[in-house]
């Protein structure tokens, strides 16, 4: 297997409308990022991924872009950038940018130009097409609108978008739009960023001929389409192939088998992906399933391609809130799910906060919400005549802002995130859940990941070993081990709140053992052996190391 430094790599994204706010106006930015570096140089990450900060009228938050070559003024300007990038370097860490071209803003001057007339020269730039009997093209949805069309007064015809309808889709069939895209992500990498995280970088290609969908609730006709791989081929040859930089694609809707045709080490398009098999598929933890997920992941991605591991982002809901329990066991669920990302194949993503345990929200009406996703899904309930109250309870586990609460640094008034009047509500538990408490409390989740991290460094067995699933069907037990070169790691996790005896399996029982890490004290047989039979306590996790060459 090829050994290379982002396999070896944890991630830790930054959310910087949300990490701190440097200058009292409410929004988190770059200088706020710079500011409390150090902070996350202790945590000891290798790579920062920063969400998008171009230009952007900021209807999602940044992902509807009007101009990807200046920085957004909420954000900072240029020359912080390029500060904030070298004191990054500086400290010996690396940073990757969103990417987000599959759509623009509506406000973008292309599609300005685009939507004046049908022969504007940038009119192909974007998707036209006629309407079908008063209405629109065909009957898909988009992520966030009822229909994936909408009506241009101008020219009387429709634009495709595959977001809200202030996100139109660029045309890349367009090989004037192509080039343009290169030149500018050339731009960045010239700046010296180290790679990036392509935004739904699958959805690039379109249907041939937009056919009506059977089931247009099921938007999966959105991605995946023929063309995509040519064109991650080619901004591979043309682009990426000539910097050391890391990718990461956000690609929806994907298989073990389609996916590594975006990662496959021969196939020069992308490094690694994130899937949402987990996140798509299970609101709430289903072990079994899980499992599975695992399994087929490892078994067709594993030395042909690279995976990553991660349960939370700035669209997904808090993961201690959603796949563990953030009452009774928050401290010890935090780190379980901690443990097991990070000792799972594939590369860890940190999302900022996860390493103190924040936890997911709940305000108390829909106005008191920001997420684009929700309120049009919100809208879109109401208006066909649902129970407000009742859509607005049905949306909250999974409403975007879960995750997007200003990150907690200590106890004082809007968790020291900013002087001045916060642009989404702070999560009320900041008094207990926050970054000083945390380093002053040498048993906080914030220590479990700075030693997950600092472990990966120096045990290549968590990178590069295989993988084998000892608990099939004893939810809610995992245990699995990863081996490399003669050393094996069993980890043993009790996904539950009540206490849970287990069998450990005949191959490693009474053999050489030494506890790596844990989230309970616990003493071990003094001659270090490992015991056949372990009782776990509730959400508790062990890692041991056994070295092979020992067992008999
Ligand atoms: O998200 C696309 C998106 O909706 C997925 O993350 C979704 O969660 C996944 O397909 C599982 O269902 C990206 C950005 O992360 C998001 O913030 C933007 O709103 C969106 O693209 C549009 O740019
Ligand atoms: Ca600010």
């Known amino acids: 297997m090829k050994k290379i430094w982002w396999k070896e790599s944890v991630v830790y ?16 930015d770059l200088q706020g990022v710079l500011e409390k570096l150090d902070y996350i140089q202790k945590l000891g990450v290798d790579v920062i991924w920063l969400n998008p ?66 022969d504007n020269p940038k009119r192909d730039w974007y998707i036209w097409r006629e309407g079908k009997e008063d209405g629109p093209p065909n009957n898909w949805r988009s992520y966030f609108e009822p229909s994936s069309w909408t009506y241009n007064d101008t020219t009387e015809d429709y634009y495709f978008h595959s977001f809200a309808k202030e996100q139109p889709d660029l045309n890349w069939k367009n090989d004037e739009l192509r080039k343009e895209i290169f030149r500018m992500m050339r ?17 690039l290609a ?103 591991q991660f349960l939370n982002n700035h669209d997904h809901t808090r993961q201690v809130t959603r796949y563990g329990n953030d009452g009774q066991y928050r401290v010890e669920s935090a780190k379980l799910l901690g443990i097991m990302l990070h000792t799972l194949p594939g590369m860890p993503y ?23 996703a929700m309120k049009n899904k919100y809208k879109e309930e109401v208006e066909k005549g649902r129970d407000p109250e009742e859509v607005f309870e049905s949306l909250l586990l999974l409403s975007r802002d879960n995750s ?67 608990s099939r069907g004893k939810d809610p037990l995992y245990l699995y081990t990863r081996s490399y070169e003669g050393i094996t790691w069993l980890v ?10 287990v069998d450990i399996p005949d191959h490693y029982a009474k053999e050489s053992a030494r ?19 372990i009782r776990l306590q509730p959400h508790e996790a062990r890692v041991y190391e056994i070295k092979e060459n020992q067992v008999t």
């Open 206 to 308: 379109k249907q041939d001929g937009f056919p009506d969908a059977e089931d247009p609730s099921h938007i999966s006709y959105l991605a995946d389409n023929p063309g995509i791989h040519e064109y991650l081929q080619e901004m591979n040859r043309e682009v990426l192939s000539h910097y050391d930089v890391m990718t990461v694609g956000e690609i929806p809707f994907v298989t073990p088998e389609t996916g590594l045709l975006y990662v496959h080490e021969d196939r020069n398009e992308l490094n690694t992906l994130f899937h949402f098999q987990v996140a798509d598929e299970m609101p709430v933890m289903d072990l079994k399933r899980y499992k599975e997920i695992q399994e087929s992941w490892y078994k067709g991605t594993f030395e042909k391609g690279w995976n990553s």
């Open 492 to 501: 043993i996790l009790n996904h539950s709140d009540d206490v849970l005896d």
């Open 13 to 28: 994204q930054v959310y910087w409308r949300s990490f701190y706010d440097s200058n009292g106006d409410g929004i988190g």
């Open 187 to 203: 731009s960045w990498l010239d700046l010296g960023i180290d790679g990036f995280r392509m935004d739904v970088i699958n959805l």
């Open 350 to 372: 940190i999302y900022q906060g996860e390493e103190i345990g924040m936890t997911g929200v709940r305000f108390d009406s829909i106005e008191d919400y920001n997420d684009i």
């Open 404 to 470: 997007r609460t200003p990150m907690q640094w200590n106890e004082t008034e809007n968790a020291g995130f900013t002087s001045g009047q916060p642009w989404i509500k702070v999560n009320p538990n900041y008094k207990d859940i926050n970054v000083e408490k945390a380093l002053e409390d040498p048993s906080s989740v914030f220590y479990t990941y700075q030693n997950l991290i600092e472990l990966r460094k120096e045990h290549p067995v968590m990178t590069y070993g295989d993988y084998t699933d000892w």
């Open 515 to 533: 506890l790596v890490i844990g989230n309970y004290q616990v003493t071990i047989d003094e001659r270090g052996h490992m015991p056949e039979k």
């Open 53 to 118: 900060f171009y230009e952007s009228p900021d209807r999602d938050n940044g992902y509807d872009i009007s101009d990807y070559e200046s920085v957004m003024e909420k954000a900072g300007d240029l020359e912080t950038f390029k500060e904030l990038l070298s004191a990054i370097h500086d400290r010996g860490m690396k940073v990757i940018m969103d990417l987000v071209v599959n759509h623009t803003s509506d406000q973008h001057p292309w599609f300005l130009e685009s939507k004046s007339s049908k």
